[in-house]
């Protein structure tokens, strides 16, 4: 009776457990993903049917078996919708399934750290002109685009992120994509883009060029590094050249230039009218005017870093092109998940075409000489010229990621000049033969590693080597002159950094540098043989403090650089470098910033102006020996203010600068004091403002310069007088338009003349007691030179040559108006003991075109 009982209670209890649990399988089963061709399968044996399509087109999908699978036509649909294919049914029983090339596709973007929405990312389908920006929630949604295809996903502060097109018909419904912090980049908030697309102020004050993102320039049809930073305030060039950038009063071996952290001894190509780093290579550029991070020593005007994509490519990425004067390529591979190569190649065309651009830089380089007597009569002998030269630059990298933490970084760079030049005077019957060869070759390396959350060691070693051959061949093979200029450098350096907390930070570190140089000089007539060698060994360690307050309202980095500096055989240097960058909000839309630093340097450049090399200047690297050329250094202060509101931008500054331990030999002296070699200093004030207003597609600045330059050399008289690069006034003014794949831009660049030393009038301008006769000048840099003006203009258009190449076509004039300014003076007697004075001009109206491919 009980048993019975029991089966009559437990009866439909153990029927209903039946049914749950056939149901939780049978649940289970349909969640379970399968197969998309085993699908099909079992469909043809289900419904007596049978489906053409090929194995490549389905291979890798898997399906989750839809709720009603009891109706053919719905299981069709809902693969179609899933997978983006198109199935046709071309009788009662068989049916074709292709590959649509054409999809539609959604994702939403996520932090990886917080799964936050990351809204405003941007998500670019490479190789074609289709992006969009993620919305509020973090999402996008793209129609018809190339199913093999490729996406960027890329956001300020996060490894930029490459997935394939396929990877999200893998699964139904919107995929989610997570972006990884960039924990290197997190103390760079960016504060304000100007000028054009990619040009960025930071809030320590430093400027940010990403070339990935650049626009266009006046003048510029391809993104020469060089010479966009001479775009910026403060920054200028009175040469015309990238290898002469003068930063604040500055000469152009005053700035320490680092490519992957390797220091460059040669930046250009074509005596310094073309930067000799591939900016397609160039990933990120950063410049410091004053208030330096402590990890960088050296440079006291400045610092110009250049670095390469960090990141392992996910896809191939290349490209190439030509202008009037080089062509190019580069390309970014990856060979594993975790190893690719990145490398570019350019060489120029000048050995085997003549253009009218290379004319006008070879006018520039050679030609541009009007040599006029005392009198103001002109000297017209004939000159028959012939020049062969070419140069080259390659540079290469490897990435290796050991694993998240620890990462391997391999880089090299080779930049090559090579010129002949051979110069008859008819009228005098004389010949001279001029041979020039320049090399760098460097080799880096860097090893990066996150030991935990908080605390992460960046190892930098590196070698260098520079090499500049000179022969001068005068008088019909009469004399010759042969002079080397070897630079060789060996550096470590081991940064650490440890966060305390999300606003508090310390960075640590120490680098070790070893520069030998040597100087050569042989001449056959009359027979004399120099050679002068020299090592210089620095220890510094340095240690600084950042803080960044919540909401950015307070930004502080202070830190010391303790400089131990030897000089074999000659002396040895303690120098203590402090440095301070305080960035602070005023008000709403203003922000203020006060600056400082202690700088030194242990290497220069000498000068040798108008002796050889048929007048053009050449420069040779020299190292300190706290005699004829102490250690330079510098202190510099500035204070600053900057508005931004509705892309509208004002920012003034104003800044004071000492050098100290500068030599007349390393700042281009063309007077009695060339060669005397006095030691002194120089002081720049100054003030940089820059105004720019900037729109959906236009962009509009007007900069302004004002600088006060004067030496101080206690054996000259009078002790103080203008600096050489004393330019009082510097006025830009320049715009950009974009109109749908077209940009244009237009620049106006006028500053006021730099000076130069004059003769004394009359004949007491020349001294007849000594032989050869001497000049007799009138006090130092008394006069100026004529005010220059120069238009530039360019134009690039972008588009399609297929769905997965882009093209740009460009074309770019410098000196629109042909103006005719005079850059250089300077004074000489001729053989017939008379007083020349030379004069050299800018380049005249240069016009380029560019033709560029990218993949």
Same mark, same amino acid.
């Given at each position: 009776m009980l048993g019975t009982h029991l089966n009559k209670r437990l009866g439909p209890v153990l029927v209903f457990l039946f049914f749950v649990l056939c149901n939780s399988n049978a649940q289970e089963k349909q969640e379970s993903p399968i197969a998309l061709i085993s699908y099909l399968k079992s469909l043809e044996t289900q419904f007596d049917v049978k489906f053409s399509y090929l194995n490549e087109d389905l291979q890798g999908l898997?399906?989750?078996?839809?709720?009603?699978?009891?109706?053919?036509?719905?299981?069709?649909?809902?693969?179609?919708?899933?997978?983006?294919?198109?199935?046709?049914?071309?009788?009662?029983?068989?049916?074709?399934?292709?590959?649509?090339?054409?999809?539609?596709?959604?994702?939403?973007?996520?932090?990886?750290?917080?799964?936050?929405?990351?809204?405003?990312?941007?998500?670019?389908?490479?190789g074609t002109d289709i992006a969009i920006i993620t919305d509020n929630n973090g999402s996008f949604a793209l129609e018809h685009i190339p199913r093999d295809a490729s996406l960027q996903v890329r956001y300020l502060g996060y490894v930029t992120k490459y997935i394939k097109v396929e990877t999200f018909l893998q699964s139904s419904g919107c995929s989610q994509i997570l972006l990884v912090p960039y924990y290197e980049q997190l103390d760079e908030v960016f504060v304000y883009e100007y000028l054009t697309s990619g040009i960025i102020k930071e809030t320590d004050a430093s400027i940010t060029l990403n070339t990935a993102e650049f626009g266009i320039l006046p003048g510029l049809i391809e993104p020469d590094i060089l010479q966009t930073l001479q775009a910026l305030p403060g920054i200028k060039s009175i040469d015309e050249t990238v290898s002469d950038i003068n930063v604040r009063g500055g000469t152009n071996d005053q700035n320490l230039m680092l490519w992957n952290g390797i220091k460059m001894y040669q930046s250009g190509h074509f005596f310094g009218l073309i930067s000799a780093f591939n900016p397609y290579q160039t990933d990120k550029v950063t410049i410091y005017k004053n208030g330096t991070p402590a990890n960088f020593g050296d440079g006291v005007s400045s610092v110009i870093q250049m670095e390469t994509g960090n990141s392992i490519p996910e896809v191939f990425k290349g490209g190439g092109g030509f202008n009037l004067i080089s062509g190019d390529v580069y390309a970014e591979v990856p060979?594993?998940?975790?190893?690719?190569?990145?490398?570019?190649?350019?060489?120029?065309?000048?050995?085997?075409?003549?253009?009218?651009?290379?004319?006008?830089?070879?006018?520039?380089?050679?030609? #541009?000489?009007?040599?006029?007597?005392?009198?103001?009569?002109?000297?017209?002998?004939?000159?028959?010229?012939?020049?062969?030269?070419?140069?080259?630059?390659?540079?290469?990298?490897?990435?290796? #990621?050991?694993?998240?933490?620890?990462?391997?970084?391999?880089?090299?760079?080779?930049?090559?000049?090579?010129?002949?030049?051979?110069?008859?005077?008819?009228?005098?019957?004389?010949?001279?033969?001029?041979?020039?060869?320049?090399?760098?070759?460097?080799?880096?390396?860097?090893?990066?590693?996150?030991?935990?959350?908080?605390?992460?060691?960046?190892?930098?070693?590196?070698?260098?080597?520079?090499?500049?051959?000179?022969?001068?061949?005068?008088?019909?093979?009469?004399?010759?002159?042969?002079?080397?200029?070897?630079?060789?450098?060996?550096?470590?350096?081991?940064?650490?950094?440890?966060?305390?907390?999300?606003?508090?930070?310390?960075?640590?570190?120490?680098?070790?540098?070893?520069?030998?140089?040597?100087?050569?000089?042989?001449?056959?007539?009359?027979?004399?043989?120099?050679?002068?060698?020299?090592?210089?060994?620095?220890?510094?360690?340095?240690?600084?403090?950042?803080?960044?307050?919540?909401?950015?309202?307070?930004?502080?980095?202070?830190?010391?650089?303790?400089?131990?500096?030897?000089?074999?055989?000659?002396?040895?240097?303690?120098?203590?470098?402090?440095?301070?960058?305080?960035?602070?909000?005023?008000?709403?839309?203003?922000?203020?910033?006060?600056?400082?630093?202690?700088?030194?340097?242990t290497t220069n450049q000498v000068i040798d102006l108008e002796q050889n090399f048929l007048g053009i200047e050449k420069r040779r690297w020299t190292l300190s020996?706290?005699?004829?050329?102490?250690?330079?250094?510098?202190?510099?202060?500035?204070?600053?203010?900057?508005?931004?509101?509705?892309?509208?931008?004002?920012?003034?500054?104003?800044?004071?600068?000492?050098?100290?331990?500068i030599s007349t030999r390393t700042q281009g002296f063309q007077n009695p004091y060339q060669f005397s070699g006095e030691i002194g200093s120089y002081d720049v004030k100054g003030v940089e403002l820059l105004i720019n207003k900037k729109g959906d597609n236009y962009s509009t600045w007007l900069s302004y310069a004002y600088n006060k330059n004067d030496y101080t050399f206690d054996s000259i008289v009078p002790q103080s007088f203008p600096?050489?690069?004393?330019?009082?006034?510097?006025?830009?003014?320049?715009?950009?338009?974009?109109?749908?794949?077209?940009?244009?831009?237009?620049?106006?660049?006028?500053?006021?003349?730099?000076?130069?030393?004059?003769?004394?009038?009359?004949?007491?301008?020349? #001294?007849?007691?000594?032989?050869?006769?001497?000049?007799?000048?009138?006090?130092?840099?008394?006069?100026?030179?004529?005010?220059?003006?120069?238009?530039?203009?360019?134009?690039?258009?972008?588009?399609?040559?297929?769905?997965?190449?882009?093209?740009?076509?460009?074309?770019?004039?410098?000196?629109?108006?042909?103006?005719?300014?005079?850059?250089?003076?300077?004074?000489?007697?001729?053989?017939?003991?008379?007083?020349?004075?030379?004069?050299?001009?800018?380049?005249?109206?240069?016009?380029?075109?560019?033709?560029?491919?990218?993949?």
């Open positions: 898997t399906i989750t078996i839809p709720e009603n699978s009891n109706s053919l036509e719905v299981i069709l649909h809902y693969i179609e919708n899933t997978f983006r294919v198109e199935i046709e049914k071309l009788n009662d029983r068989y049916y074709t399934l292709t590959k649509d090339n054409r999809v539609n596709i959604c994702g939403t973007v996520l932090d990886n750290f917080a799964a936050n929405t990351v809204m405003g990312a941007t998500v670019e389908v490479l060979i594993t998940n975790n190893l690719g190569i990145q490398f570019s190649a350019r060489r120029s065309a000048t050995d085997f075409l003549s253009t009218p651009t290379y004319k006008q830089f070879i006018n520039r380089a050679f030609q #541009d000489s009007e040599i006029t007597l005392q009198n103001n009569s002109t000297v017209d002998d004939e000159f028959i010229r012939d020049e062969d030269f070419f140069f080259y630059d390659f540079s290469g990298k490897i990435l290796y #990621d050991i694993n998240n933490d620890h990462k391997v970084r391999l880089s090299a760079i080779h930049i090559k000049n090579n010129l002949k030049f051979e110069e008859t005077n008819v009228s005098a019957d004389e010949t001279n033969i001029s041979l020039l060869k320049q090399d760098n070759i460097s080799i880096g390396g860097q090893l990066q590693s996150n030991w935990t959350d908080r605390f992460s060691t960046h190892l930098n070693l590196y070698y260098s080597t520079y090499n500049l051959d000179a022969q001068n061949v005068f008088d019909n093979q009469v004399q010759q002159l042969f002079q080397n200029n070897q630079v060789t450098e060996n550096a470590l350096k081991v940064h650490t950094n440890y966060i305390w907390n999300e606003a508090f930070s310390w960075s640590n570190g120490y680098q070790y540098i070893e520069t030998g140089i040597t100087n050569a000089t042989i001449i056959n007539e009359p027979n004399f043989n120099s050679e002068i060698k020299g090592v210089i060994r620095t220890h510094a360690p340095y240690t600084q403090f950042n803080y960044n307050a919540p909401g950015n309202k307070f930004n502080v980095k202070i830190g010391t650089r303790f400089n131990f500096v030897e000089n074999l055989n000659t002396f040895n240097k303690v120098l203590i470098e402090p440095r301070i960058n305080l960035n602070f909000k005023l008000a709403n839309y203003v922000r203020a910033e006060i600056l400082g630093e202690s700088k030194s340097q020996n706290n005699n004829s050329l102490p250690v330079t250094t510098s202190k510099q202060v500035s204070t600053g203010i900057n508005y931004e509101k509705n892309s509208f931008y004002v920012g003034i500054e104003g800044f004071y600068k000492n050098v100290d331990g600096n050489n690069l004393d330019i009082r006034h510097t006025v830009t003014f320049a715009s950009t338009y974009t109109y749908k794949n077209l940009k244009l831009s237009v620049g106006l660049n006028y500053r006021t003349g730099k000076p130069f030393t004059k003769p004394i009038e009359g004949d007491a301008g020349l #001294d007849q007691d000594y032989y050869p006769p001497r000049i007799n000048f009138q006090q130092p840099n008394n006069s100026r030179l004529p005010e220059y003006f120069r238009a530039d203009a360019s134009a690039i258009y972008n588009f399609q040559l297929s769905r997965r190449i882009r093209a740009n076509t460009g074309i770019s004039i410098l000196n629109l108006t042909d103006r005719k300014n005079t850059l250089n003076k300077y004074y000489r007697v001729n053989a017939n003991d008379e007083i020349e004075a030379v004069e050299n001009f800018s380049l005249g109206i240069t016009p380029n075109v560019s033709f560029r491919v990218n993949f």
